[in-house]
C-alpha cells in the first residue's frame, strides 16, 4: 500500500471513531462543471438577497484558492436525524437540523480534532476547515467524493441514510487516493417537485433559493411577501418537506450525537405557546441553537406571519 492509499486509510478511520457518517476524498481542483451551474443560478437571481453568494466566486470553485497548494478535499457528512419530533401537530415547525446546539461549533470541534490527528500520524500538513460558512460548494464536493449524488431537490443524497446529515470539509495540501463519484438513483421520481409548498423547486436538480421557505424565513430580513400566505405548512424555522417526502429518507437513522439532541421543552410545546414566545424562553430554549439566527424578532415574525 502507497502513502496516498494509507493515509486516506488512516483518515477514514479517524474520521469515523469521531462520529462522522462517512468520509470521502477527491482531488483539489476547480469544479468545472459547476462554473456554469452557478453562473445561470445567480444570474437568474435564484439567490433572492443572499448577496453573499456572488463573492468569492472563483473561490467557491477552485480550492486551491482557499489553502496554498491544495492537494486534497475531503468530505465529511454527520447524521442528525433525531430520534423525536416535535409533539403538537398544530405547532409551527422547526427543521430537524436546528433542534440541538448549532452544527457549525459542533462540527468545527471535530474538524479540529481530525486536524490534530493528522498532523501527529502524517506529519506537517496544512489546511483549512469548513462547514457551511466559507465560499465551498459542500454538496458537489461530497458528490465528486463519492459520498452520494445530488438530487432533484439539490440536496446530496445516499441509499443508505437519505439525506439528513450536515456537509464539511477540510481542505489539505497532502496527496490521498480519491474516490469516485455514485450513480444518481434519482429515477423518474419526482416526490420532492411535487411536494414543495412554495413552488421552489422550478426544475428537476434546480431550486430557486428566492422561493424557498427557508430562505423566507431564515435569509430574508424584511417582511414576508403577503403573496405566500397559507403556503409555508406551518415552518417557522427552514423546511424538511422536500427531504421528508424524499423515498431514500425511509433509510434514515437516528443520530447518536448528543450535542444534536433538542431542550426537551422545545418538543412539547403547544402551537399556543409558540404563539405566545417571550424573549426569556426563547433564549432558554434556543440557547445554543442555529435558530439563534434569526433572533427573536425574527422567528416571532415567522409565527406572526403563519397565523390564520
Known amino acids: 500500500m502507497d502513502n496516498k492509499a494509507k493515509y486516506a486509510a488512516l483518515i477514514k478511520a479517524e474520521a469515523k471513531r469521531l462520529g462522522f457518517l462517512s468520509c470521502g476524498i ?9 462554473a456554469p451551474r452557478l453562473e ?4 437568474q437571481n435564484m439567490h433572492g438577497q443572499m448577496r453573499y453568494m456572488e463573492n468569492h466566486f472563483d473561490k467557491r470553485l477552485d480550492p486551491t484558492k482557499l489553502v496554498d ?5 475531503i468530505s465529511l457528512l454527520l447524521n442528525y436525524f433525531p430520534s423525536d419530533t416535535q409533539k403538537d401537530v398544530e405547532a409551527p415547525k422547526i427543521s430537524k437540523y436546528a433542534y440541538g446546539q448549532d452544527y ?5 470541534t471535530k474538524l479540529k480534532q481530525l486536524q490534530e490527528f493528522i498532523l501527529e500520524n502524517v506529519g ?9 460558512s466559507a465560499p465551498v460548494l459542500d454538496k458537489a464536493w461530497a458528490a465528486k467524493s463519492g459520498l452520494g449524488w445530488i438530487g432533484k431537490n439539490s440536496n446530496l443524497l445516499t441509499q443508505k441514510v437519505g439525506s439528513f446529515y450536515f456537509i464539511a470539509e477540510l481542505i489539505i495540501d497532502l496527496d490521498l487516493d480519491y474516490d469516485t463519484p455514485v450513480t444518481d438513483h434519482c429515477g ?20 430557486d433559493g428566492s422561493k424557498c421557505i427557508s430562505y423566507f424565513t431564515i435569509e430574508l430580513k424584511e417582511e414576508i411577501p403577503t403573496s405566500y400566505k397559507n403556503q409555508f405548512d406551518n415552518w417557522m424555522f427552514g423546511c424538511d418537506v422536500c427531504q421528508d417526502v424524499c423515498p431514500w429518507n425511509r433509510f434514515s437513522k437516528s443520530h447518536n450525537e448528543p450535542l444534536f439532541d433538542p431542550k426537551p421543552e422545545l ?17 432558554k430554549v434556543f440557547q445554543k441553537s442555529a435558530v439563534k439566527r434569526t433572533k427573536f424578532l425574527g422567528l416571532t415574525r415567522n409565527i406572526q406571519f403563519l397565523k390564520e
Not at 26 to 34: C, I, N, R
Not at 40 to 43: A, P, Q, Y
Request: a negative charge.
Open 26 to 34: 477527491s482531488k483539489a481542483e476547480f469544479l468545472e462543471e459547476e
Open 40 to 43: 445561470k443560478w445567480l444570474n
Open 69 to 73: 497548494g491544495a492537494k486534497s478535499v
Open 104 to 108: 457549525h461549533h459542533v462540527i468545527k
Open 124 to 132: 506537517e500538513v496544512q489546511g483549512r476547515a469548513f462547514v457551511d
Open 188 to 207: 423518474t421520481c419526482t416526490a420532492c417537485i411535487d411536494a414543495c409548498p412554495t413552488q421552489a423547486i422550478v426544475d428537476p436538480y434546480v431550486v
Open 267 to 283: 418538543l412539547s410545546m403547544t402551537k399556543k405557546e409558540w404563539q405566545e414566545i417571550t424573549q426569556e424562553v426563547f433564549s
